[in-house]
């Protein structure tokens, strides 16, 4: 029931800022904890960082942590994840999650989320 769509993503050179976008229509309940992932060519789907309803809580991967900033508004059913300082390495699909608890756990972050967009490219060149 829930849907979750990203904006697109895009082309941009190291060092370079981005700011993805996703909007999610369903059940407020299975909207209470929002999250990005990303996934490269031939690598596992990795977590990359996580949101609470109320914005009070904020996680991160070690690799993106000082760089990206995930944030969202609720009055727009919006979450965002804002790119900055970026590296060759961030070169993947990014995917927006949602899910129903505040449970969250480092080593099997993708069991925190239940609904999946369809992932959207983001590639840096150098």
């Known amino acids: 029931q829930v849907q979750l769509v990203e904006s697109e993503g895009g082309l941009v050179q190291a060092g370079d800022s981005l700011r993805l976008a996703c909007v999610a229509s369903?059940?407020?309940?299975?909207?209470?904890?929002m999250g990005w992932f990303c996934q490269a060519p031939g690598k596992e789907r990795e977590f990359v960082a996580a949101i609470s309803w109320s914005s009070k809580t904020t996680l991160y991967a070690d690799s993106v942590k000082g760089r990206f900033t995930i944030s969202r508004d609720n009055a727009k059913s919006m979450v965002y994840l804002q790119m900055s300082s970026l590296k060759p390495e961030d070169t993947a699909v990014y995917y927006c999650?949602?899910?129903?608890?505040?449970?969250?756990?480092?080593?099997?972050?993708?069991?925190?989320?239940?609904?999946w967009g369809q992932g959207t490219q983001v590639t840096v060149s150098s």
């Open positions: 369903g059940p407020t309940s299975d909207l209470y904890t």
């Open positions: 999650a949602s899910g129903a608890s505040s449970y969250f756990d480092f080593d099997t972050p993708w069991r925190s989320f239940d609904n």
